[in-house]
């Protein structure tokens, strides 16, 4: 027991030193190597592993367009049709969502760049639990299709018609067909993975841009408490004590403007990120929105049909997650919209009548700090334009929107069937 328990504490300290929350965008460089985006490596033998392992998924993808084919040509079964035609709907969702990202790719790496040194340099509770979130949800998502993976080989799902072996191999040796039939039974946990990435990027940038507005609440909180502690530590020369009070005015409202201008500068490049991902992000909830509710419309006709299976049980998992993939991004996006908004309620609450008195000597400052005060109040309540496709705002409303639209498009099938 006691080397077992050693062995555990190894592995533990092993697992802590590769991840030591030291980089919050680190997750998100392991998960663009998983979703076939991006690798970081530079070596050329890693980079020839790395397209192997490209062709590899674009070649479990093309089986199952041909599985697709043969189901509509020869099986006669309209319910393994839209099983597998659902599967197959799944499979182009992810592949052009990994393409959108690499085509985009540069926007999200110039996003990293700029929430980098934010992020890393200040480690924040709401940085640290955001950090942890993310690591949660794909290690959630991970053990789901690993559940699911081993569920289709216990219960024998791989042996079912869209997992076996096609007519033209079947004279292959033994080696060579269980070869096959790992290969395409993989597929499931494979694509599942690049799946889970996917949202670990998104989820990523999301929670880096909800992190950065809490520290800029924050920020506005304790302005003038930092404002203070900065008159304490500035040396004062010797003087009548008017002389000393008006120097001591000066240096506060100098150092003030400093604290909002440094806040203004934050806020402003966190809205000029949302803008650089903005036309990644309108894009991939367009594909996400309106790829789902064909999928899941299909995936739930399946079940309809076929009746409770193992196999269904997959398929209703892999539904669960992207549900649950579309509400999270919802609710996301309303909490950064909210948080935004935070910042200015933060500002509008502050002690300003009693610290920000309108003195003669400063009235410049008092100008220049009242102007970026409501420049900044104006702009925090305006939403940051995270939209799906340019034509409605991302929100837990146009969740409940996509609920009914699938309940729509289930009720046609099911009709056409009829």
Same mark, same amino acid.
């Given at each position: 027991m006691e080397s077992i328990r050693l062995f555990v504490?190894?592995?533990?300290?092993? +697992?802590?030193?590769?991840d030591d929350e030291s980089d919050y965008f680190r997750q998100m460089e392991w998960a663009m190597v998983?979703?076939?985006?991006?690798?970081? @490596?530079?070596?050329?033998?890693?980079?020839? +592993?790395?397209?192997?392992?490209?062709?590899? *998924?674009?070649?479990?993808?093309?089986?199952? &367009?041909?599985?697709?084919?043969?189901?509509?040509?020869?099986?006669?079964?309209?319910?393994? +049709?839209?099983? &597998? &035609?659902?599967?197959?709907?799944?499979l182009v969702m992810i592949l052009s969502r990994v393409v959108l990202m690499r085509v985009y790719l540069k926007d999200l790496l110039k996003?990293? $760049?700029?929430?980098?040194?934010?992020?890393?340099?200040?480690?924040s509770e709401g940085r640290v639990r955001s950090y942890r979130l993310i690591r949660r949800f794909f290690m959630v998502l991970e053990w789901?299709?690993?559940?699911?993976?081993i569920i289709l080989y216990a219960f024998g799902i791989n042996e079912e018609r869209q997992y076996s072996v096609? $007519?033209?191999?079947?004279?292959?040796?033994?080696?060579?067909?269980?070869?096959?039939?790992?290969?395409?039974?993989?597929?499931?946990?494979?694509? @599942?993975s690049v799946y889970a990435s996917i949202l670990t990027i998104?989820?990523?940038?999301?929670?880096?841009?909800?992190?950065?507005?809490?520290?800029?609440?924050?920020?506005?909180?304790?302005?003038?408490?930092?404002?203070?502690?900065? &008159?304490?530590?500035?040396?004062?020369?010797?003087?009548?004590?008017?002389?000393?009070? *008006?120097?001591?005015?000066?240096v506060f409202w100098s150092t003030l403007k400093n604290e909002i201008s440094l806040i203004a500068e934050r806020h402003s490049e966190l809205i000029e990120h949302v803008a650089t991902v903005r036309n990644l992000l309108k894009v991939s909830f367009l594909l996400i929105f309106y790829t789902e509710i064909v999928f899941i419309g299909c995936a739930l006709f399946y079940v309809k049909l076929i009746g409770i299976t193992m196999n269904t049980v997959i398929v209703v998992s892999y539904v669960a997650s992207i549900l649950l993939e579309c509400y999270w991004f919802c609710r996301l996006t309303d909490n950064i919209n909210g948080t935004n908004r935070a910042i200015g309620f933060a500002l509008y609450n502050l002690d300003w009548p009693i610290q920000l008195c309108d003195l003669p000597n400063s009235r410049k400052q008092y100008l220049e700090i009242r102007a970026s005060l409501l420049v900044m109040m104006t702009r925090s309540q305006q939403n940051l334009g995270i939209t799906c496709g340019g034509m409605f705002e991302m929100s837990a409303q146009a969740f409940d929107e996509l609920m009914k639209m699938i309940y729509s498009c289930l009720m046609f099938l099911l009709s056409v069937t009829t």
């Open positions: 504490n190894q592995v533990k300290s092993k +697992l802590a030193s590769l998983v979703a076939g985006i991006r690798l970081p @490596s530079q070596n050329s033998t890693y980079q020839r +592993l790395f397209n192997c392992y490209r062709i590899l *998924m674009l070649l479990q993808f093309s089986i199952w &367009v041909d599985r697709v084919y043969v189901a509509y040509t020869e099986w006669n079964s309209p319910g393994e +049709l839209i099983g &597998v &035609v659902a599967f197959c709907l799944a996003v990293r $760049d700029g929430l980098e040194n934010r992020l890393n340099n200040h480690h789901i299709y690993l559940f699911d993976q096609p $007519d033209n191999l079947r004279r292959l040796s033994k080696r060579s067909k269980l070869g096959f039939d790992i290969f395409i039974c993989s597929n499931h946990f494979v694509f @599942s998104m989820n990523t940038v999301f929670m880096g841009f909800s992190t950065e507005l809490e520290n800029i609440v924050s920020e506005c909180n304790g302005i003038f408490e930092r404002a203070r502690q900065q &008159v304490t530590v500035i040396p004062l020369y010797e003087g009548s004590s008017e002389h000393t009070e *008006m120097r001591e005015n000066l």
